[in-house]
């Protein structure tokens, strides 16, 4: 794997949800490689794809604003790619229990749309799916390997697994290469900061920076971890260019699981403003919430090579950093009147 990132000069590469979070970080990656790159994503409102997030490569890639839910634009859009990281879903838990019709449609049923339209337009590209740790459900045993049995304890859980399982019957029944990154729980630049529904670490990072309390759930000793999003981009080009990742599911964890705790000392230090406070657990988070999690990614190292390089510490001050130059672009002024109600 030591010319993986050399695999992808030249290279015909689409991201669905190319404009949001994980997919506007690895299309910086990408083009700096020399890849071609074709960025889909809906913008829809609330979901994290933003225009700024390719600011400053905007006249390297190619956007098209698609809903991977319709047919003909997939069929269309596959075509000619060598390979597509398919990062558009619903990735929030809470809006998956209040609206699980819509999760079922984005997380499930658009999965199929997107594969159909590879077998029968394009069979040689490859897929990497983003799937989410949050298909494990409550851990039996620490830290979480893949061989966990799967069972997640809400829509979206259960959406993004079957979607998961989608991708590996194509590639084991229809010989369309595709596997599956199992994140747990990346942060980063160019994160979505509207609102906390999608995880609370971008929240956390909001806050933070507008100096505001950070309200912690429980007695703050829950464990997580956590990985830099370079980090997770990493681990997608690797499953891209290798046919070894075909047909696997592989977890993309932090280097050491951290208290919530500890997090939220270590964000207010590293950001030198906010405060925070441990209150009780909302009853709707707390009936969906998984309790203590990390995950094992020893498996994509032997396999692959990846292994997270960028530490906690690290991680938040280039994030803090990033944000403090543009967070008019990711926090309007109506959306902090909004907040501050």
Same mark, same amino acid.
């Given at each position: ?120 337009? =394009?069979? !040689?590209?490859?897929?990497?799916? *983003?799937?989410?740790?949050? +298909?494990?459900?409550?851990?039996? %045993? ?23 399982y989608y991708h590996l019957v194509y590639n084991n029944v229809f010989g369309v290469r595709a596997c599956s990154l199992r994140l747990t729980n990346v942060y980063g630049p160019r994160q979505l900061l509207k609102h906390n529904r999608q995880g609370f670490i971008g929240w956390f990072v909001r806050l933070a920076l507008e100096d505001r309390e950070i309200q912690v759930y429980g007695d ?30 592989? =977890?993309? !964890?932090?280097?050491?699981?951290? *208290?919530?705790?500890?997090? +939220?000392?270590?964000?207010?230090? %590293? ?71």
């Amino acid at each position: 794997m030591t010319d993986y990132r050399a695999f992808y000069q030249g290279r015909r590469v689409a991201i669905t949800g190319g404009l949001g979070f994980i997919g506007s970080n690895l299309a910086r990656q990408l083009v700096d490689l020399g890849a071609s790159v074709l960025l889909i994503d809906a913008l829809i409102p609330d979901y994290g794809g933003n225009l700024y997030n390719v600011d400053g490569i905007d006249d390297r890639v190619r956007v098209n604003v698609a809903d991977i839910r319709h047919e003909s634009t997939m069929n269309h859009l596959v075509q000619n790619q060598e390979v597509i990281f398919n990062l558009a879903g619903q990735v929030s838990h809470v809006d998956s229990m209040e609206d699980p019709y819509t999760d079922l449609e984005i997380n499930c049923r658009s999965q199929l749309t997107l594969l159909e339209a590879c077998r029968r337009n =394009n069979p !040689g590209v490859k897929v990497v799916f *983003a799937g989410t740790r949050q +298909v494990y459900g409550r851990p039996d %045993s620490l830290p979480v390997t893949e061989r966990h049995l799967v069972r997640p304890t809400d829509v979206n859980g259960i959406n993004k697994v079957a979607g998961e399982y989608y991708h590996l019957v194509y590639n084991n029944v229809f010989g369309v290469r595709a596997c599956s990154l199992r994140l747990t729980n990346v942060y980063g630049p160019r994160q979505l900061l509207k609102h906390n529904r999608q995880g609370f670490i971008g929240w956390f990072v909001r806050l933070a920076l507008e100096d505001r309390e950070i309200q912690v759930y429980g007695d703050g000793h829950q464990l997580r971890d956590f990985v830099y999003v370079d980090d997770a981009a990493d681990a997608f080009l690797r499953a891209g260019a290798s046919d070894a990742a075909n047909g696997e599911v592989f =977890n993309v !964890g932090g280097m050491e699981p951290i *208290a919530h705790r500890d997090l +939220v000392r270590l964000m207010v230090e %590293s950001a030198g403003s906010g405060r925070y406070r441990f209150v009780d657990w909302p009853a709707d988070r707390k009936a969906i919430d998984i309790g203590d999690f990390y995950a094992d990614s020893s498996r994509i190292g032997e396999v692959l090579g990846w292994r997270p390089t960028t530490t906690l510490a690290d991680g938040l001050r280039q994030t803090f950093a990033y944000y403090r130059g543009c967070l008019d672009q990711y926090v309007p002024a109506a959306d902090e009147r909004v907040a501050a109600l």
